[in-house]
């Protein structure tokens, strides 16, 4: 499939052709720029507020799934540009190469699952006590607990990503933390949760998911989450408290 055989959808269309996609639901919204054709479709949007276009390209079994996402992001990259939009990633659902446009390169790729829930299974033990944390004045203690624990901590607290810090705190000591991220739909997204290295294990962890996806929910009626493939303990987790997998990317990093 050529680019000229993309045709330019709206959101409306978009959903009825991938049959109410989980992903397309809450990750997405009118700004959407999306394509379709024979072989599937294909988005870009923003993925946080403020920008930082992500897109991607979901091919059926039966075609060439790497070179038509290759197609579709040659399309896309043709239509972001006439709104002054540059793609920073880009996904695929299956492990084929993707030919990128003249000019293109591929700085990294990882595979992670996209999750969300809409109800949660339990509620968080009834002796922890949860404190909200702000993320500007509190940003400094919030990214030094994360560093400390977690080498590849990805909180980025005092940005303005966070729509709510949660903290547990024992005789005074930060214990955990965790984060609800706003997509750029406004949808709640959890973040940067890390539990003390010597806390592991005790059931912390869970107890901060299941509040902030409570949270989340009471305000939006869905939480999301992404975690990476290989995380296999997490995504047990995330599914034994109500999660379902909408999609497994392998997304690249796109550079000029």
Known sequence: MQPSTWRQVDRAELLRLSGEDPFLR??????????????????????????????????????????????????????????????????????????????????????????????????????LTFIELDDAADAATIDAFGQAHNAAFEGFPGIGYALLWLGIRERGELVAIGALHALATGVPHLAGIVTHTERRGQGLGRAMVTELTRRAIAVAGVSTLGVTRTNTAAVRLYQRLGYRTAHTFRTADLTR
Request: charged share 20%; glycine share 14%; proline share 9%.
């Open 26 to 127: 809450w990750g997405t919204d009118d700004r959407v720029l999306a394509i379709a054709g024979p072989a599937g479709w294909a988005w870009l949007h923003p993925w946080r507020p403020g920008g930082r276009h992500w897109g991607g390209a979901f091919v059926g079994p039966d075609h060439d799934g790497g070179a038509l996402a290759g197609s579709a992001l040659s399309r896309l990259i043709s239509l972001a540009q006439a709104r002054g939009v540059t793609p920073e990633w880009f996904s695929t659902t299956d492990s084929s190469p993707l030919p990128l446009p003249a000019g293109w390169e591929q700085a990294g790729v990882g595979e992670w699952h996209f999750m969300w829930a809409e109800d949660v299974t339990e509620r968080a033990p009834t002796e």
